[in-house]
């Protein structure tokens, strides 16, 4: 079965930056799409920002210029810099996977991102 690991969420204050990762392990050849995710307390999940194997990217209108993705495809990891981040911010983010093989998505376990202002 395939797993998704995230890390590097955390406090920080507004204005700063911070360096999520997520690693996928498992049954993988490949994996099509990756993203972010981020749910607030009281609002539904959003899409935060994705990456296909061809390395096109979407991001959301309220972190464009803000946040960049990227990729490692040999270590089958996806990161996400967020830089001059906002109270508006604070979240679990969570990574997703469209990976070759399988007819649904994987979920990361979710890291907290909390921006102090």
């Known amino acids: 079965q395939v797993q998704l690991v995230e890390s590097g969420g955390g406090l920080v204050q507004a204005g700063g930056s911070l360096r999520l990762s997520c690693a996928a392990s498992?049954?993988?050849?490949?994996?099509?799409?990756m993203g972010w995710y981020r749910q607030a307390p009281g609002k539904r999940r959003e899409l935060v920002a994705s990456i296909t194997n061809g390395g096109d990217t979407i991001y959301a209108e309220s972190v464009k210029g803000r946040f960049t993705i990227s990729r490692d495809n040999a270590k089958n990891t996806v990161y996400l810099e967020m830089n001059s981040l906002n109270f508006e911010d604070t979240a679990v983010y969570y990574c997703?996977?469209?990976?070759?093989?399988?007819?649904?998505?994987?979920w990361g376990q979710g890291t907290q991102v909390t921006v102090s202002s």
């Open positions: 997703n996977a469209l990976i070759l093989g399988f007819g649904y998505d994987f």
């Open positions: 498992g049954s993988i050849f490949s994996i099509n799409v």
